[in-house]
Protein backbone atom coordinates (compact mmCIF):
# COMPACT_ATOMS: atom_id res chain seq x y z
CA UNK A 1 0.00 0.00 0.00
CA UNK A 2 2.81 2.30 0.72
CA UNK A 3 4.26 1.65 -2.52
CA UNK A 4 1.04 2.50 -4.31
CA UNK A 5 0.48 5.63 -1.66
CA UNK A 6 4.22 6.78 -3.37
CA UNK A 7 2.98 6.27 -7.29
CA UNK A 8 0.03 8.54 -6.49
CA UNK A 9 2.01 11.35 -5.15
CA UNK A 10 4.51 10.74 -7.85
CA UNK A 11 1.69 11.10 -10.50
CA UNK A 12 0.44 14.22 -8.55
CA UNK A 13 3.51 16.12 -8.78
CA UNK A 14 3.92 15.49 -12.38
CA UNK A 15 0.47 16.29 -12.87
CA UNK A 16 0.84 19.64 -10.65
CA UNK A 17 4.43 20.81 -12.49
CA UNK A 18 2.43 23.38 -14.71
CA UNK A 19 1.10 24.89 -11.78
CA UNK A 20 4.39 24.83 -9.85
CA UNK A 21 6.04 26.15 -12.58
CA UNK A 22 3.84 29.41 -13.56
CA UNK A 23 3.41 30.17 -9.52
CA UNK A 24 6.85 29.35 -8.86
CA UNK A 25 7.04 32.15 -5.89
CA UNK A 26 4.33 30.37 -4.08
CA UNK A 27 5.10 26.60 -4.65
CA UNK A 28 8.94 26.08 -5.52
CA UNK A 29 10.49 28.21 -2.55
CA UNK A 30 12.21 25.38 -0.94
CA UNK A 31 12.32 22.87 -3.62
CA UNK A 32 16.23 21.48 -3.27
CA UNK A 33 15.06 21.45 0.10
CA UNK A 34 11.68 19.56 0.07
CA UNK A 35 13.66 17.40 -1.95
CA UNK A 36 15.92 16.24 0.92
CA UNK A 37 19.19 18.96 0.70
CA UNK A 38 19.37 20.44 3.65
CA UNK A 39 20.96 23.19 5.40
CA UNK A 40 24.48 22.57 6.79
CA UNK A 41 23.89 20.76 10.01
CA UNK A 42 26.71 18.88 12.22
CA UNK A 43 26.08 16.41 14.62
CA UNK A 44 27.37 16.31 18.11
CA UNK A 45 26.62 14.37 21.36
CA UNK A 46 23.18 16.55 21.98
CA UNK A 47 20.25 14.98 21.30
CA UNK A 48 17.77 16.40 17.84
CA UNK A 49 14.13 17.28 18.62
CA UNK A 50 12.17 17.92 15.27
CA UNK A 51 8.85 20.38 15.42
CA UNK A 52 6.95 20.25 12.44
CA UNK A 53 4.23 23.01 11.46
CA UNK A 54 2.23 23.58 8.57
CA UNK A 55 1.93 26.82 7.95
CA UNK A 56 1.62 30.40 9.59
CA UNK A 57 -1.37 29.30 12.26
CA UNK A 58 0.41 25.59 13.73
CA UNK A 59 3.64 27.84 13.54
CA UNK A 60 1.93 30.30 15.83
CA UNK A 61 0.59 27.71 18.11
CA UNK A 62 3.80 26.05 18.54
CA UNK A 63 5.77 28.99 19.77
CA UNK A 64 4.54 28.42 23.84
CA UNK A 65 5.18 24.88 23.85
CA UNK A 66 8.89 24.97 22.08
CA UNK A 67 9.88 27.97 24.05
CA UNK A 68 8.71 25.80 27.02
CA UNK A 69 10.70 22.86 25.57
CA UNK A 70 13.93 24.67 25.26
CA UNK A 71 13.44 25.77 28.78
CA UNK A 72 12.91 22.34 30.05
CA UNK A 73 15.15 20.35 28.15
CA UNK A 74 17.98 22.46 27.38
CA UNK A 75 19.96 19.51 25.93
CA UNK A 76 18.26 19.72 22.71
CA UNK A 77 19.03 20.90 19.85
CA UNK A 78 15.82 22.14 18.21
CA UNK A 79 15.29 22.19 14.28
CA UNK A 80 11.59 22.99 12.49
CA UNK A 81 10.07 22.72 9.26
CA UNK A 82 7.13 24.35 8.03
CA UNK A 83 5.72 23.21 4.67
CA UNK A 84 4.68 26.77 3.45
CA UNK A 85 6.21 29.60 2.43
CA UNK A 86 4.36 31.74 4.69
CA UNK A 87 4.96 29.37 7.66
CA UNK A 88 8.70 29.35 6.55
CA UNK A 89 8.93 32.97 7.02
CA UNK A 90 7.20 33.24 10.03
CA UNK A 91 9.10 30.14 11.40
CA UNK A 92 12.33 32.04 10.72
CA UNK A 93 11.47 35.19 12.33
CA UNK A 94 10.15 33.71 15.76
CA UNK A 95 12.24 30.88 16.24
CA UNK A 96 15.27 32.50 15.23
CA UNK A 97 16.94 32.31 18.67
CA UNK A 98 15.53 29.48 19.65
CA UNK A 99 16.07 26.75 16.63
CA UNK A 100 19.51 25.90 15.51
CA UNK A 101 17.63 25.65 11.67
CA UNK A 102 14.59 26.23 9.83
CA UNK A 103 13.70 24.39 6.59
CA UNK A 104 10.90 23.28 4.34
CA UNK A 105 9.80 19.18 5.33
CA UNK A 106 10.15 17.12 2.70
CA UNK A 107 8.35 15.44 0.04
CA UNK A 108 6.72 12.49 1.28
CA UNK A 109 8.76 9.69 -0.86
CA UNK A 110 10.78 7.82 0.80
CA UNK A 111 13.79 8.16 -0.07
CA UNK A 112 13.82 12.91 0.18
CA UNK A 113 12.76 11.79 3.98
CA UNK A 114 15.59 9.21 4.52
CA UNK A 115 17.78 12.17 3.23
CA UNK A 116 15.88 14.34 5.78
CA UNK A 117 16.40 11.83 8.91
CA UNK A 118 19.86 11.01 7.77
CA UNK A 119 20.70 14.64 8.25
CA UNK A 120 19.33 15.57 11.54
CA UNK A 121 19.09 12.24 12.80
CA UNK A 122 16.59 13.18 15.34
CA UNK A 123 15.67 11.11 18.30
CA UNK A 124 12.01 12.53 18.62
CA UNK A 125 9.26 14.54 15.92
CA UNK A 126 6.92 16.23 17.03
CA UNK A 127 4.02 16.87 14.70
CA UNK A 128 1.58 19.55 14.91
CA UNK A 129 -2.13 18.88 14.61
CA UNK A 130 -3.40 16.81 11.48
CA UNK A 131 0.35 17.05 9.23
CA UNK A 132 -0.05 13.00 8.94
CA UNK A 133 2.68 12.42 5.98
CA UNK A 134 2.39 8.67 5.57
CA UNK A 135 5.56 7.49 4.25
CA UNK A 136 7.74 10.45 6.92
CA UNK A 137 6.04 8.44 9.59
CA UNK A 138 7.21 4.77 8.64
CA UNK A 139 10.55 6.03 7.79
CA UNK A 140 11.02 7.62 11.37
CA UNK A 141 9.62 4.93 12.89
CA UNK A 142 11.92 2.44 11.06
CA UNK A 143 14.92 4.87 12.84
CA UNK A 144 13.90 4.70 15.81
CA UNK A 145 12.56 7.90 16.43
CA UNK A 146 9.77 8.70 19.00
CA UNK A 147 7.10 10.22 17.17
CA UNK A 148 4.24 11.84 18.63
CA UNK A 149 0.94 14.31 17.27
CA UNK A 150 0.60 17.23 19.07
CA UNK A 151 -2.19 19.57 19.65
CA UNK A 152 -4.09 17.15 17.09
CA UNK A 153 -7.02 17.89 15.45
CA UNK A 154 -9.25 15.84 12.99
CA UNK A 155 -12.42 16.69 11.53
CA UNK A 156 -15.47 14.72 10.79
CA UNK A 157 -14.51 15.17 6.78
CA UNK A 158 -11.19 14.03 7.60
CA UNK A 159 -12.24 10.92 9.22
CA UNK A 160 -14.99 10.26 6.72
CA UNK A 161 -12.27 10.81 3.92
CA UNK A 162 -9.31 8.46 5.67
CA UNK A 163 -12.18 5.57 6.61
CA UNK A 164 -11.81 4.96 2.70
CA UNK A 165 -8.14 3.52 3.46
CA UNK A 166 -8.86 2.60 7.08
CA UNK A 167 -6.35 -0.19 7.33
CA UNK A 168 -3.71 1.57 5.57
CA UNK A 169 -4.28 4.59 8.31
CA UNK A 170 -4.23 1.73 11.14
CA UNK A 171 -0.82 0.63 9.86
CA UNK A 172 0.41 4.40 9.43
CA UNK A 173 -1.20 5.50 13.11
CA UNK A 174 0.66 2.04 14.62
CA UNK A 175 3.89 3.89 14.06
CA UNK A 176 3.23 7.31 16.20
CA UNK A 177 3.92 6.65 19.86
CA UNK A 178 1.61 9.45 20.85
CA UNK A 179 -1.51 11.49 19.84
CA UNK A 180 -2.14 14.32 21.98
CA UNK A 181 -5.58 15.92 20.71
CA UNK A 182 -6.92 18.90 21.49
CA UNK A 183 -10.32 17.54 22.50
CA UNK A 184 -12.48 14.28 23.67
CA UNK A 185 -13.99 14.89 20.11
CA UNK A 186 -10.56 15.07 18.06
CA UNK A 187 -9.50 11.74 20.27
CA UNK A 188 -12.42 9.78 19.36
CA UNK A 189 -12.28 10.02 15.98
CA UNK A 190 -8.65 9.43 16.01
CA UNK A 191 -9.54 6.22 17.85
CA UNK A 192 -11.98 5.87 15.45
CA UNK A 193 -9.43 5.39 12.86
CA UNK A 194 -7.38 2.10 14.73
CA UNK A 195 -4.78 3.51 16.82
CA UNK A 196 -4.23 1.73 20.28
CA UNK A 197 -6.00 3.77 22.78
CA UNK A 198 -3.04 3.66 25.40
CA UNK A 199 -1.57 5.88 23.04
CA UNK A 200 -4.35 8.75 22.72
CA UNK A 201 -4.24 11.52 25.45
CA UNK A 202 -6.21 14.76 25.38
CA UNK A 203 -4.48 18.15 26.54
CA UNK A 204 -6.71 20.65 25.55
CA UNK A 205 -5.62 23.59 22.77
CA UNK A 206 -2.26 24.89 22.89
CA UNK A 207 -3.34 28.09 21.04
CA UNK A 208 -5.04 28.94 24.37
CA UNK A 209 -1.49 29.38 25.69
CA UNK A 210 -0.70 32.32 23.16
CA UNK A 211 0.09 35.51 25.18
CA UNK A 212 -1.46 39.46 24.15
CA UNK A 213 1.47 40.87 22.14
CA UNK A 214 1.32 44.53 21.75
CA UNK A 215 4.90 44.91 20.55
CA UNK A 216 7.03 47.63 18.41
CA UNK A 217 5.55 46.88 15.11
CA UNK A 218 2.27 47.40 16.93
CA UNK A 219 2.95 51.20 17.51
CA UNK A 220 4.00 51.93 14.81
CA UNK A 221 1.05 50.80 12.90
CA UNK A 222 -1.16 52.64 15.55
CA UNK A 223 1.11 55.79 14.90
CA UNK A 224 1.47 55.32 10.69
CA UNK A 225 -2.07 54.97 10.20
CA UNK A 226 -3.11 57.13 12.97
CA UNK A 227 -5.43 54.60 14.71
CA UNK A 228 -7.50 56.04 17.28
CA UNK A 229 -11.13 55.71 18.88
CA UNK A 230 -12.80 58.39 16.59
CA UNK A 231 -12.26 56.42 13.57
CA UNK A 232 -13.10 52.45 15.00
CA UNK A 233 -11.22 50.01 13.12
CA UNK A 234 -12.77 46.87 11.39
CA UNK A 235 -9.99 44.09 10.75
CA UNK A 236 -11.12 41.33 8.72
CA UNK A 237 -8.51 39.12 9.08
CA UNK A 238 -7.58 36.14 6.96
CA UNK A 239 -10.16 36.28 3.99
CA UNK A 240 -10.24 34.11 1.35
CA UNK A 241 -11.96 34.59 -2.75
CA UNK A 242 -14.99 36.19 -2.38
CA UNK A 243 -15.30 37.11 1.09
CA UNK A 244 -13.17 40.49 0.12
CA UNK A 245 -16.10 41.75 -2.10
CA UNK A 246 -18.69 40.76 0.39
CA UNK A 247 -16.91 42.96 3.01
CA UNK A 248 -16.74 45.67 0.78
CA UNK A 249 -20.19 46.18 -0.12
CA UNK A 250 -20.46 45.85 3.98
CA UNK A 251 -18.27 48.13 4.77
CA UNK A 252 -20.15 50.72 2.78
CA UNK A 253 -23.16 49.59 4.27
CA UNK A 254 -21.64 50.41 7.43
CA UNK A 255 -20.16 53.37 6.67
CA UNK A 256 -22.58 55.14 5.19
CA UNK A 257 -25.01 54.68 8.34
CA UNK A 258 -22.13 55.82 10.91
CA UNK A 259 -23.19 59.28 10.64
CA UNK A 260 -21.22 59.73 14.24
CA UNK A 261 -17.49 58.08 14.07
CA UNK A 262 -16.81 56.83 10.65
CA UNK A 263 -14.74 53.59 10.59
CA UNK A 264 -12.07 52.24 8.94
CA UNK A 265 -11.34 48.90 7.64
CA UNK A 266 -8.19 46.91 7.32
CA UNK A 267 -8.68 43.99 4.86
CA UNK A 268 -5.87 41.26 5.47
CA UNK A 269 -6.25 38.92 3.06
CA UNK A 270 -4.89 34.97 3.78
CA UNK A 271 -2.62 34.32 0.86
CA UNK A 272 -0.55 36.14 -0.08
CA UNK A 273 -1.04 35.36 -3.97
CA UNK A 274 -4.36 37.17 -3.99
CA UNK A 275 -3.06 40.49 -2.80
CA UNK A 276 -2.99 42.48 -6.07
CA UNK A 277 -6.65 40.79 -6.72
CA UNK A 278 -8.06 42.27 -3.12
CA UNK A 279 -6.15 45.92 -4.24
CA UNK A 280 -7.93 46.02 -7.34
CA UNK A 281 -11.62 45.23 -5.90
CA UNK A 282 -10.79 48.06 -3.05
CA UNK A 283 -10.09 50.42 -5.97
CA UNK A 284 -13.62 49.72 -7.07
CA UNK A 285 -14.99 51.00 -4.28
CA UNK A 286 -14.04 54.49 -4.56
CA UNK A 287 -12.88 54.52 -1.05
CA UNK A 288 -9.33 55.94 -0.15
CA UNK A 289 -6.46 53.16 0.27
CA UNK A 290 -3.40 52.60 1.33
CA UNK A 291 -0.97 49.59 1.42
CA UNK A 292 1.10 48.39 3.69
CA UNK A 293 3.83 47.58 1.28
CA UNK A 294 3.89 51.30 0.06
CA UNK A 295 6.12 53.73 1.30
CA UNK A 296 4.74 55.55 4.42
CA UNK A 297 3.07 58.85 3.05
CA UNK A 298 0.53 61.25 4.86
CA UNK A 299 -2.54 59.59 3.02
CA UNK A 300 -2.09 56.95 5.54
CA UNK A 301 -3.84 58.38 8.27
CA UNK A 302 -6.31 59.16 6.63
CA UNK A 303 -7.52 56.62 4.56
CA UNK A 304 -10.80 54.82 4.84
CA UNK A 305 -9.07 51.10 4.00
CA UNK A 306 -5.83 49.18 4.65
CA UNK A 307 -4.67 46.84 2.88
CA UNK A 308 -2.39 44.61 5.02
CA UNK A 309 -0.43 43.01 2.05
CA UNK A 310 2.04 41.61 4.41
CA UNK A 311 3.33 38.09 5.71
CA UNK A 312 3.01 37.12 9.47
CA UNK A 313 1.88 40.88 11.06
CA UNK A 314 -1.55 40.53 11.47
CA UNK A 315 -0.99 39.74 15.29
CA UNK A 316 0.12 42.62 15.80
CA UNK A 317 -2.82 44.11 14.31
CA UNK A 318 -5.39 42.45 17.04
CA UNK A 319 -4.83 45.30 19.71
CA UNK A 320 -5.65 48.17 17.37
CA UNK A 321 -9.16 46.56 16.09
CA UNK A 322 -11.97 47.42 17.66
CA UNK A 323 -13.72 44.49 16.03
CA UNK A 324 -12.56 41.89 13.61
CA UNK A 325 -13.81 39.48 11.42
CA UNK A 326 -11.90 35.84 10.78
CA UNK A 327 -12.35 35.02 7.48
CA UNK A 328 -12.61 31.96 5.82
CA UNK A 329 -16.18 31.14 7.11
CA UNK A 330 -18.14 32.97 5.15
CA UNK A 331 -17.63 30.05 2.51
CA UNK A 332 -17.31 26.08 3.33
CA UNK A 333 -13.78 26.16 3.81
CA UNK A 334 -14.16 25.80 7.49
CA UNK A 335 -12.76 29.45 9.35
CA UNK A 336 -10.04 30.86 10.48
CA UNK A 337 -8.82 30.68 14.40
CA UNK A 338 -10.85 32.75 16.21
CA UNK A 339 -8.12 32.78 19.50
CA UNK A 340 -6.03 35.33 18.30
CA UNK A 341 -8.13 37.98 18.37
CA UNK A 342 -10.19 37.22 21.42
CA UNK A 343 -5.86 37.00 23.29
CA UNK A 344 -6.03 40.71 23.06
CA UNK A 345 -10.10 40.80 24.15
CA UNK A 346 -12.01 42.53 20.93
CA UNK A 347 -15.42 41.76 20.14
CA UNK A 348 -15.44 39.15 16.80
CA UNK A 349 -17.87 38.11 14.17
CA UNK A 350 -17.50 34.70 12.07
CA UNK A 351 -19.38 33.66 9.12
CA UNK A 352 -21.55 30.15 9.40
CA UNK A 353 -18.75 27.54 8.23
CA UNK A 354 -16.52 27.23 11.06
CA UNK A 355 -16.38 23.41 10.77
CA UNK A 356 -12.30 23.61 11.52
CA UNK A 357 -12.95 25.05 14.78
CA UNK A 358 -16.08 23.25 16.20
CA UNK A 359 -15.59 22.82 19.61
CA UNK A 360 -13.74 25.75 20.06
CA UNK A 361 -16.30 28.06 18.23
CA UNK A 362 -19.29 26.17 19.95
CA UNK A 363 -17.69 27.23 23.50
CA UNK A 364 -17.24 30.87 22.21
CA UNK A 365 -20.79 31.15 21.72
CA UNK A 366 -22.23 29.16 24.86
CA UNK A 367 -20.22 31.85 26.24
CA UNK A 368 -21.26 34.98 24.73
CA UNK A 369 -18.07 35.65 23.43
CA UNK A 370 -18.69 35.98 19.66
CA UNK A 371 -21.02 36.85 16.99
CA UNK A 372 -21.89 34.18 14.23
CA UNK A 373 -23.83 34.84 11.10
CA UNK A 374 -26.42 32.53 10.39
CA UNK A 375 -25.96 30.24 6.88
CA UNK A 376 -27.47 32.48 4.18
CA UNK A 377 -27.75 32.68 0.51
CA UNK A 378 -24.95 34.68 -1.22
CA UNK A 379 -27.30 37.51 -1.51
CA UNK A 380 -28.46 37.86 2.10
CA UNK A 381 -24.70 37.91 3.49
CA UNK A 382 -24.30 41.96 2.54
CA UNK A 383 -26.95 43.09 3.86
CA UNK A 384 -27.54 40.58 7.35
CA UNK A 385 -23.40 41.05 7.66
CA UNK A 386 -23.76 45.32 7.64
CA UNK A 387 -26.90 44.81 10.10
CA UNK A 388 -24.57 43.22 12.62
CA UNK A 389 -21.31 44.97 12.49
CA UNK A 390 -23.46 48.49 13.13
CA UNK A 391 -25.20 46.80 15.31
CA UNK A 392 -21.70 46.30 17.21
CA UNK A 393 -19.99 49.22 16.20
CA UNK A 394 -23.36 51.50 18.20
CA UNK A 395 -23.10 49.59 21.26
CA UNK A 396 -20.09 49.91 23.05
CA UNK A 397 -21.44 47.86 26.33
CA UNK A 398 -22.14 45.03 23.71
CA UNK A 399 -18.85 45.32 21.89
CA UNK A 400 -16.55 45.87 25.54
CA UNK A 401 -18.94 42.86 26.77
CA UNK A 402 -18.02 40.42 23.69
CA UNK A 403 -14.30 40.57 23.69
CA UNK A 404 -14.09 40.63 27.90
CA UNK A 405 -16.21 37.21 27.65
CA UNK A 406 -13.87 35.87 24.75
CA UNK A 407 -10.80 36.71 27.27
CA UNK A 408 -12.18 35.13 29.72
CA UNK A 409 -12.64 31.80 27.22
CA UNK A 410 -9.18 32.23 26.47
CA UNK A 411 -8.15 32.26 30.38
CA UNK A 412 -10.44 29.68 31.23
CA UNK A 413 -8.59 26.84 28.90
CA UNK A 414 -4.70 27.66 29.34
CA UNK A 415 -2.98 24.68 30.22
CA UNK A 416 -2.41 22.22 27.44
CA UNK A 417 1.46 23.50 27.20
CA UNK A 418 1.57 22.22 30.29
CA UNK A 419 0.14 18.95 29.79
CA UNK A 420 1.79 18.39 26.66
CA UNK A 421 4.64 18.65 28.01
CA UNK A 422 3.93 16.45 30.74
CA UNK A 423 3.29 13.85 28.57
CA UNK A 424 6.42 14.62 26.80
CA UNK A 425 8.91 14.30 29.27
CA UNK A 426 8.73 10.55 29.96
CA UNK A 427 10.18 10.16 26.60
CA UNK A 428 12.20 12.78 25.97
CA UNK A 429 14.11 12.09 28.77
CA UNK A 430 14.36 8.71 27.77
CA UNK A 431 15.92 10.16 24.01
CA UNK A 432 18.72 12.21 25.83
Not at 63 to 70: A, C, G, Q, T, V
Amino acid sequence: MFQIYSFLLTVGFIFMSPIFLLKRAKYAAGFWQRMGYLPEFTQNENPVLWIHCVSVGETNAAKPLIEELKKQFPNYRIVVSTTTKTGQELAENIFKTIAEKVFYFPFDWKFTVNRALKHFKPKAVLIMETELWFNFIREANKNGVFIALVNGRLSEKSVRNYSFVKSFIERVLRRLDLALMQSQADAKRILQLGIRPSKVKVTGNIKFDQKPETNDLTEIFRERFAVNEDAPLIVAASTHAPEEKWILDVFKQVFKNSPEKLPRLMLVPRHPERFEEVANLIKETGFSFVRRSQSESERDKTAEIILLDSIGELRAVYPLAEMVFVGGSLIPHGGQSVLEPALNGKAIVTGFYTMNFTAVVKEFLEKNALVQLPKLEENEISDKFAEELSKILKDDDLRRKLGENAFEVMNKNRGATEKTLEYLKHFLDSKV
